[in-house]
């Protein structure tokens, strides 16, 4: 049997007071649409629509997912118009899933038992009982005929907040926007739709009147919790919709062992992955994919975004590692910061130490080497055990080109020396403090390339002219 997913993305999200259509607006790093489509995504679905509109570029530019197709809403007459857009895309026979783009953290296992109580044949709802459901469309059970509080027994319909009797909003369950249809009844319904209401729009939800005169059986599933069904209207909305993310997922990271210093100063937005005996302190934050070895340490204030950090490496506070494409590895047993940056293409190996002030751009540093203070290493190749002085520069740019330097294993690079790329430092060189190095240094000498130091015997401080 068929199943097609139809997610409605095409609102404006006023109370966000953004120029970003509300669906683009990110949660842990992602936009709010993606979230409901990778879950989409993981339902198995012969095809997914998104209804688009306001911003619809923008928003078809950002989506991915198998099987993903966009029709556009113009302009965007209520939620019944936005799915009787999509209805040409559906199959005809099979169940149709109905997800809202501004509701990001609908679990797969609710949609599926949503699909399953649907089974092509009944219309599913998914609710939830609200402490304050102002704003919701209300579940309407029990005697169809007249009485209008909710009683229990069968649902009859949903009556949308403007639209409900007083008696009507005391109702405290509410429709979450989470349906699944038969996809030949839905088709039917939606274009019988009527906007004849308070807010002159065709409502999705009218189709469950429909359903019940028409004795098609609707059942209401209940979901697992509040946080998968909230949606996303405005910004405070969006603050507790990551604070509630973020608790969750560094609860799945504390229950896999890994010591968080307090799980709420932690910000996940991508995919973390760690070892053993990890320890990660306050207020960091990691994007992209990061891996962290066994008995990695982690202290406050860092920003890791796509890593792959070795086991038993100590990343200190303050630390900034930025491994966009290509990404940045450390190797086993490495300090790295305070306040250190590793930039794209940073790979350092095991045992290499990485100081404060010192950054490190697409550079290989073997095993054993140390660049421990005030520091630039951009394009180059650094030996084993080489110990690159503070105030050391590799000049890598010329204005129109970047070239590569390449350092010797054991080489001694002296303070505040300038390596003016491409240049060849061999095994075991030395380089004086203070020198600017504009050709190769042979292996094993002391190379040095400065001015002299004079001291002048008979000179006068000028004085003062009276
Ligand atoms: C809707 C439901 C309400 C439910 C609530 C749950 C209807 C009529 N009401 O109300 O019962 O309690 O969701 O959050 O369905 N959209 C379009 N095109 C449109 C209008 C809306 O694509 O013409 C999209 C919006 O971008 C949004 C979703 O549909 O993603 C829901 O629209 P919204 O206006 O927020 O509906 P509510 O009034 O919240
Ligand atoms: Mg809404």
Redo the contacts with the bound molecule.
């Keep these: 049997m068929a199943l097609d997913i139809v997610i409605?993305?095409?609102?404006?999200?006023t109370r966000m007071k953004s120029a970003l259509p509300?669906?683009l607006h990110r949660l842990a790093g992602r936009s709010l649409l993606q979230h409901v489509l990778q879950t989409a995504a993981g339902l198995g679905a012969h095809g997914i629509v998104v209804?688009t509109?306001?911003g619809a570029d923008a928003v078809e530019a950002s989506a991915h997912a198998p099987r993903l197709r966009f029709v556009r809403?113009i302009p965007?007459?209520?939620?019944?118009?936005?799915v009787l857009q999509a209805a040409p895309l559906l199959h005809d026979t099979g169940t149709t899933l109905i997800l809202?783009?501004?509701?990001p953290l609908i679990e797969a296992a609710t949609a599926q038992a949503l699909i399953d109580s649907c089974g092509g044949a009944k219309l599913a709802l998914l609710t939830i009982t609200l402490d304050d459901p102002s704003?919701?469309?209300r579940v309407l059970r029990g005697d169809p005929a007249g009485r209008d509080a909710h009683e229990g027994g069968r649902v009859h319909g949903?009556v949308?907040?403007k639209d409900a009797t007083p008696l009507q909003r005391q109702i405290h369950e509410?429709?979450?926007?989470v349906m699944a249809a038969p996809t030949a009844h839905l088709k039917r319904w939606l274009a019988a739709l009527k906007n004849d209401n308070t807010q002159g729009?065709y409502?999705?939800?009218?189709i469950v009147a429909m359903a019940v005169a028409e004795g098609v059986p609707v059942t209401a599933t209940t979901a697992a919790s509040e946080t998968e069904?909230l949606?996303v209207?405005s910004p405070v909305q969006l603050a507790d919709l990551e604070r509630r993310f973020q608790r969750a997922q560094a609860t799945v990271l504390m229950n896999a062992g890994v010591r968080l210093a307090d799980p709420a100063r932690i910000d996940v937005r991508g995919e973390l992955r760690c070892g053993a005996d990890v320890e990660i302190d306050v207020n960091c934050v990691f994007e992209g994919a990061v891996a962290l070895g066994d008995r990695v340490r982690i202290g406050a204030n860092c920003v890791i975004r796509n890593a792959v950090i070795g086991a038993d490496t100590i990343i200190h506070p303050f630390t900034h590692i930025d491994g966009e494409a290509p990404g940045v590895s450390v190797g086993a047993g490495a300090r790295v910061g305070p306040f250190a940056r590793l930039r794209p293409g940073a790979v350092l190996g095991e045992d290499v130490h990485i100081g404060n002030f010192v950054e490190v751009k697409n550079a290989t540093l073997a095993r054993g080497a140390k660049a421990n203070h005030l520091a630039y290493i951009g394009d180059a190749s650094i030996g084993e055990r080489v110990n690159f002085g503070a105030g050391g520069i590799v000049a890598n740019y010329d204005g129109a080109n970047k070239h590569r330097t390449v350092i010797g294993a054991d080489a001694h690079i002296g303070s505040n020396c300038v390596l003016v790329a491409p240049v060849n430092i061999g095994d075991g060189a030395t380089l004086g403090a203070g020198s600017t190095i504009s050709k190769d240094a042979p292996a094993g000498q002391l190379t040095v390339a400065r001015a002299r130091q004079v001291s002048l015997a008979g000179w006068k401080r000028p004085s003062k002219r009276t």
């Design positions: 409605m993305a095409a609102g404006k999200g509300k669906v209804v509109g306001h809403q965007q007459l209520g939620t019944g118009h936005a809202n783009g501004d509701v704003g919701y469309g949903i949308e907040h509410v429709y979450t926007g729009e409502y999705l939800t009218d069904v949606g209207n």
